[in-house]
């Protein structure tokens, strides 16, 4: 990377309000970036137009203020960039490794077998084994989806938090898709071209992306982009045990802002990670000097336990 200032990143997508898992990842992102005096940036990702509205784009901008975060420089807006991705495209496109796929949402739960633990399923590769007839063929009828080849490769990696993760790229995740049928392109790429852009060295996310990991460094290396470390971060739980998501809505920062100040919040979230030993309220700025990463709670946090009846009563 030839430079060791961390730059961290916010990477919120806007199809919704921000809930308080978006929160938690934030303000650790933050925390782990500026305690470390890096750089922080800040992008929408707001690829997929059926999902995102401007509202929400300036409303996460808002919140992050509200909540005491601050990024460097102008936010980068996923949606602009399709130029930058296509050119990614075209690269990997160049080594041969991706191929139309014909498949329909039924054919391609029929292709794929559900091969992890978390169901995900992995897909058979079998567009890829189509003959350059039978895809001029299909494409006549069907505007095809693009796909990556993978290479039968373990991935490991050290996260800063979960240790090392290992995932074999054929077995445990299989081709996967890169532009949707409608030209979107996604998530995948998009982020593995913007975190090289915008001169991330550190991702802090949820753990829920850490499968996703391998596949971004695999892209990494097939694009000659740098890899930048990455720790992920616990998930905050709803009651019944599922991920938040933006349905919980007592969840959400809106109605969350009407119980709590930022800093009272701050504070919840900051105890949760073990920074401080009571859930008193606190800027983020006061917290820099107690981050660390070595003391972060590692297990997903059921929120029921947060402090202060943060969780649905
Ligand atoms: N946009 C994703 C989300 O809001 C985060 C992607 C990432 O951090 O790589 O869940």
Not at 87 to 106: D, E, S
Not at 249 to 258: A, T
């Amino acid at each position: 990377m030839g430079t060791n200032k961390v730059v961290g990143r916010f990477a919120p997508s806007p199809s919704g309000r921000m809930h308080l898992g978006n929160l938690w990842s934030c303000l650790l992102a933050w925390l782990a970036a500026r305690s470390e005096g890096g750089g922080m940036v800040l992008r929408l990702e707001d690829l997929d137009p059926d999902r995102c509205r401007q509202e929400y784009r300036d409303q996460i901008m808002r919140d992050l203020e509200w909540l005491g975060l601050d990024w460097d420089g102008a936010p980068v807006y996923q949606s602009r960039r399709t130029e930058v991705y296509e050119q990614a495209f075209q690269m990997l496109k160049q080594q041969g490794i991706i191929y139309p796929c014909f498949c329909t949402r039924a054919e391609r739960l029929a292709a794929s077998a559900p091969h992890r633990s978390d169901g995900v399923t992995v897909y058979d590769g079998r567009c890829g084994r189509l003959s350059l007839a039978e895809r001029e063929a299909r494409s006549k009828t069907r505007r095809p989806a693009w796909r990556v080849r993978v290479p039968e490769r373990e991935i490991s990696f050290p996260d800063l938090l979960q240790g090392v993760f290992s995932e074999h790229l054929a077995r445990d995740c299989g081709d996967f898709i890169l532009r949707r049928s409608d030209g979107v392109y996604a998530y995948q790429l998009a982020v593995v071209v913007d975190d090289a852009a915008m001169g991330v060295t550190q991702v802090a996310r949820g753990s829920d992306l850490l499968s996703s990991t391998p596949r971004q460094l695999w892209l990494q290396e097939r694009l000659g982009l740098p890899h930048p470390e990455y720790g992920h971060l616990p998930l905050l739980l709803a009651p019944d045990g599922r991920r938040l998501a933006k349905r919980d809505r007592d969840q959400e920062l809106g109605q969350l802002q009407e119980r709590f100040t930022a800093r009272s919040l701050v504070g919840q979230l900051a105890c949760a990670a073990r920074l401080i030993d009571r859930p008193e309220p606190i800027t983020p700025q006061e917290l820099l000097p107690l981050f660390s990463w070595e003391t972060l709670p590692k297990q997903d946090i059921a929120t029921e336990y947060l402090p202060r009846g943060i969780s649905q009563n």
